[in-house]
């Protein structure tokens, strides 16, 4: 059975901000990934792949979820199929492997909504989710969904910095890039 995700977003005063709202998320969401790997490149590599508990099993595996999410939904907003071929490495790559592909994969979201108008966002595009059903998600639905589900991800890896003795990691707040960050 084929559904629609409704939009909340119909005033046409709305759609004429929503490609600048969506282009600040994905910049934001590169910023806020840059911040995290390059905290992370302070610290022992070995710390990235060790094993703790939380939802994936240490920062390495968790940065590579956010990889392959932000992939999987990319491909889905430029209504690829299914089957499209992923370039997400196995759990073997490195951890210096994973952080590039991440910052990689992000600029290329920045690359993709830039070139995007108000049409093209508010466009649905039909999205297999495995478990759920078939969906026509519009494009900008689907963005807001990377970005947070990063969001939620990249505090994740805090959580699993802290039970490894990191007390020292950067400020990812949306507000402290609107405020301070973005203009770095």
Not at 41 to 62: C, D, F, N, Q, W
Request: hydrophobic share 40%; glycine share 6%; net charge negative.
């Amino acid at each position: 059975m084929l559904h629609a995700a409704s939009s909340l977003f119909t005033n046409t005063v709305v759609n004429h901000v929503l490609v600048g709202i969506m282009q600040e998320q994905v910049n934001y969401n590169l910023w806020a990934n840059t911040q995290i790997i390059n905290f992370l490149r302070t610290k022992p590599e070995e710390l990235m792949e060790k094993e703790v508990a939380s939802s994936y099993a240490g920062i390495k595996a968790t940065l590579l979820h956010i990889w392959d999410c932000q992939d999987w939904w990319l491909i889905n907003m430029k209504n690829g199929p299914a089957s499209a071929a992923r370039d997400i490495p196995a759990a073997s790559a490195t951890v210096t492997e994973v952080m590039e592909g991440l910052l990689a994969h992000s600029r290329e979201m920045v690359n993709y909504i830039e070139q995007m108008t108000e049409e093209g966002l508010n466009e649905t595009c039909l999205v297999a989710i495995p478990f759920t059903g078939d969906y026509l998600i519009p494009r900008f639905q689907m963005l807001q969904q990377v970005t947070m589900h990063s969001v939620y991800h990249r505090g994740q890896v805090v959580t699993i910095g802290r039970q490894l003795g990191f007390t020292d990691a950067p400020n990812t707040d949306y507000m402290y890039y609107m405020l301070l960050g973005r203009n770095k």
